[in-house]
């Protein structure tokens, strides 16, 4: 019986991991220990060798990484994060999204420009 190889992370997600990764300043076997992966594994998904890991790992990596905003990584995996999945369980948000979706980029992106902003407010430090 033939061996199935893992179907790699999508291309996107390993392109912004690795851009991450060299701009983070920290060694792939330090961003490992930071996000609890072993280096082999952090390897092996950089070079296209294993599937997205769990949303879990991959909000390890975010953090370990200190990719921010927050939920890009699951963006390019094609999933959720939790807020995301948060934010569209409320029906008001729902329809914030749908009223978005004819938006032209330039518009969109003044709406998150705005948003952003608002956002700013309630972080803490």
């Keep these: 019986m033939p061996i199935q190889e893992p179907t790699p992370a999508p291309d996107r997600f390993v392109r ?25 594994y952090l390897s092996r998904l950089l070079n296209g060798e294993r599937g997205a890991p769990a949303n879990e790992t991959i909000a390890r990596l975010e953090e ?35 009223s978005l979706a004819p938006l032209s980029p330039e518009d969109f992106a003044k709406v998150v420009q705005v948003a952003e902003r608002l956002a700013r407010k309630y972080q803490t430090p």
């Design 64 to 98: 370990a990484l200190d990719i921010r905003p927050r939920g890009q990584l699951f963006d390019a995996a094609g999933r959720q994060d939790h807020l995301a999945d948060k934010v569209l369980k409320r029906d008001p948000d729902r329809v914030l999204m749908r």
């Design 16 to 40: 912004r991991l690795r851009k991450a990764l060299g701009g983070s300043g920290v060694s792939l076997r330090e961003a490992a220990r930071k996000a609890d992966v072993s280096p082999a």
